[in-house]
C-alpha cells in the first residue's frame, strides 16, 4: 500500500520537479545567448578611421573611434545623403576634444561596441581619475547622443570637420557606371565637380552646416538611356539638403565650428541630422528641420513619461526607456 502511495506522490511532484528543471537550463542557455557575450572591446585608442566602430539607426550610420590624443571622432552617414552627382555623402566629420586630456590622466582604456542597446562607451582611467563617454544614436528621430561623465570637471568641445569646403574637380570617377564612356578608355563623359558645404554662421548655442544640391547630375542621362526622355517625374537629386545642427544646454558657440561646454562632471550634447528635398532657398527650408526634430523628441518624451527634462529644447537624461533599443536617454 505504501508503495503505491509513493509511486502516486511521485508522478505528482515529479512532472513539477522536470519542469523546473527545465526552465532552468533554458534560463542558463538564454543567459548564454545573451548578445553581450559578443560585445567588440578595445583596449586602446586607434590612430584613424580605419580603426572605427560602427554604429546606426537604420537611417543614421557612424564610423567612431578614440584618437590617439583621446578625442572622440566620428563620420556621419545618412541613407538620403544623395549629393547632386549621384554620390552617397558622407554629411560630415565632428570630434570630441576633452580638456584635459582624459588620456593623459591614465593608461586604462576600454572601448566597447554594446549590441544589446547598440551603444559605444568609452572608459577611460579609474578610480578618481574615471570618465565615461556614451555615443548613440536615438531609435525612433535622427539624433545622435553624445553623453560624457567624470569624476572631475572636464572641458567638452564639439567642432564640427569639413572637407568639402570650396569647389573642386573629382581626380577619378567614384560613381555608376553610367558616368562612364567605355569608348574612351573608362574615362568620364565629362569633368564631376563636388559642391562645397555651407556652414551656418552667428548660430545661439549651436553650430551646424548642410549640403545642398545645385544641379543634378545622372538623372536626365539615366532616363534617356532607358528610353523615359518624356516621362514627367521630380528630379531626384536637385535641390536635395542634408545636414546637422550640434546642441547642448549651457553651451556656448565659440565661432561658427566649435561649440563648447564648461567644466563640469556631466555633459550632453545632441546631433540632428536631416534631410529635406526639395529645400529651396536652402538655408530656409532646411534649417528649421532640426530645430523641430529635437523639439520634437522632447515634446514626445515628456508625453510618454511626464518629464520636465528640457533645457532649450535638449533633452536632459532623466528616464532609461531603451525598450530594446535605445531612445534619446541614457
Not at 538620403?80 to 565632428?94: I, Q
Not at 558645404?197 to 548655442?205: E, H
Not at 528635398?277 to 536652402?282: L, Q, T, V
Amino acid at each position: 500500500m505504501r508503495t503505491i502511495k509513493c509511486i502516486g506522490l511521485l508522478a505528482v511532484i515529479l512532472p513539477g520537479v522536470l519542469l523546473l528543471m527545465f526552465l532552468t537550463i533554458a534560463h542558463v542557455a538564454v543567459a548564454e545567448e545573451s548578445p553581450s557575450r559578443y560585445d567588440v572591446v578595445w583596449d586602446s585608442p586607434s590612430e584613424d578611421a580605419s580603426g572605427s566602430m560602427p554604429l546606426g539607426n537604420g537611417e543614421i550610420g557612424l564610423n567612431a573611434w578614440v584618437g590617439p590624443g583621446g578625442d572622440l571622432i566620428f563620420y556621419i552617414s545618412k541613407t538620403d545623403s544623395w549629393g547632386d552627382n549621384g554620390r552617397l555623402l558622407k554629411v560630415g566629420r565632428v570630434r570630441f576634444k576633452f580638456n584635459p586630456n582624459l588620456l593623459a590622466r591614465s593608461n586604462v582604456f576600454r572601448q566597447t561596441l554594446r549590441l544589446r542597446d547598440a551603444t559605444i562607451e568609452v572608459g577611460y582611467g579609474q578610480g578618481d581619475q574615471a570618465a565615461t563617454v556614451q555615443l548613440w544614436i536615438d531609435a525612433n528621430h535622427p539624433v545622435i547622443h553624445v553623453q560624457a561623465t567624470s569624476k572631475r570637471p572636464v572641458t567638452v568641445n564639439a567642432s564640427v570637420e569639413l572637407w568639402r569646403k570650396e569647389r573642386y574637380r573629382l581626380p577619378r570617377i567614384e560613381d555608376s557606371d553610367v558616368h562612364l564612356n567605355h569608348a574612351s578608355g573608362y574615362k568620364g563623359h565629362f569633368p564631376t565637380f563636388v559642391e562645397p558645404d555651407t556652414v551656418l554662421k552667428d548660430q545661439t548655442g549651436r553650430i551646424g552646416w548642410y549640403h545642398h544640391n545645385v544641379k543634378s547630375v545622372g538623372p536626365a542621362m539615366t532616363a534617356k538611356i532607358q528610353g523615359l526622355t518624356g516621362f514627367e517625374r521630380p528630379d531626384p537629386l536637385l535641390h536635395r539638403t542634408f545636414g546637422a545642427i550640434i546642441q547642448a544646454a549651457g553651451a556656448r558657440r565659440v565661432d561658427n565650428l566649435n561649440l563648447r561646454l564648461p567644466a563640469s562632471t556631466s555633459h550632453r550634447f545632441s546631433i540632428c541630422v536631416l534631410t529635406k528635398h526639395p529645400a529651396s532657398p536652402a538655408a530656409v527650408a532646411w534649417c528649421n528641420g532640426p530645430a523641430d526634430c529635437v523639439y520634437r523628441e522632447a515634446a514626445l518624451f515628456r508625453t510618454a513619461t511626464g518629464a520636465r527634462g528640457v533645457v532649450a529644447g535638449i533633452l536632459e537624461p532623466q528616464l532609461d526607456s531603451r525598450c530594446g533599443w535605445r531612445k534619446g536617454t541614457p
